[in-house]
């Protein structure tokens, strides 16, 4: 395969950016760690990976995060739990800056912390596509969604709560598509275009 347009960018700082690379590799899409600036030259998307979002913030140097600010102006970025924390417009954490993309109101750790991680079964809108059963979800000290902008549209549910939401080329998760077979977020992903 070679490089194009299309080639999936993962940020690589820290976090579970491994297994963005082996799902999309399952889908024989190329995909490459990001860990500077000029990783990002012929990407065609981004992955902001979980993670834990105030080491995140603490390893984004400036120019890298600068450089991620610029190339989301063109290109889809999809954040997955820490990712969709440092997709979201506001942190109530002082110590995470996120790059302000997505209109929401998040809570760090809304469903507990660790000992709190569980799965569940989601519910998808029906523009994420076939199959249209639910959606396994694995939710790892997971932010929780405490209010929605105006022009976000929440794309999967675990009970009243929004766990997926895009808004324009941007898409966030709270838990975790990488982490099970089920692909079908990341196919959706591949299919936006900004
Ligand atoms: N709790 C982490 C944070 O606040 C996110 C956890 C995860 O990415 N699995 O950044």
């Given at each position: 395969m070679a490089e194009s347009h299309s080639t999936v960018g993962v940020l690589a700082l820290q976090?579970?950016?491994?297994?963005h690379l082996q799902a999309f590799a399952a889908l024989k899409v190329l995909a490459r760690e990001v860990r500077a600036v000029s990783d990002l030259d012929g990407l065609g998307r981004l992955i902001v990976p979980g993670g834990e979002s105030t080491t995140m913030t603490l390893l984004l140097v400036p120019e890298l995060r600068a450089a991620i600010m610029?190339?989301?102006?063109?290109?889809p970025?999809?954040?997955t739990c820490a990712g969709m924390i440092m997709l979201a417009k506001e942190s109530?954490?002082?110590?995470v800056k996120p790059f302000g993309l997505i209109d929401m109101d998040l809570e760090r750790n809304g469903y507990g912390r660790q000992v709190h991680s569980f799965e569940a079964d989601l519910r998808v809108e029906p523009?994420?596509?076939e199959p249209s059963g639910p959606l396994r979800g694995v939710f790892i000290r997971a932010p929780r969604v405490k209010g929605l902008g105006a022009g976000v549209r929440p794309l999967v549910w675990l009970g009243d709560d929004a766990v997926a939401v895009r808004q324009g080329h941007f898409l966030a998760s709270a838990f975790h598509p990488e982490l099970t077979?089920?692909?079908r977020l990341q196919r959706y992903f591949l299919a936006m275009n900004p």
């Open positions: 976090g579970d950016f491994e297994k610029n190339f989301c102006r063109a290109h970025v999809w954040g109530a954490d002082p110590r523009e994420i596509g077979g089920d692909l």
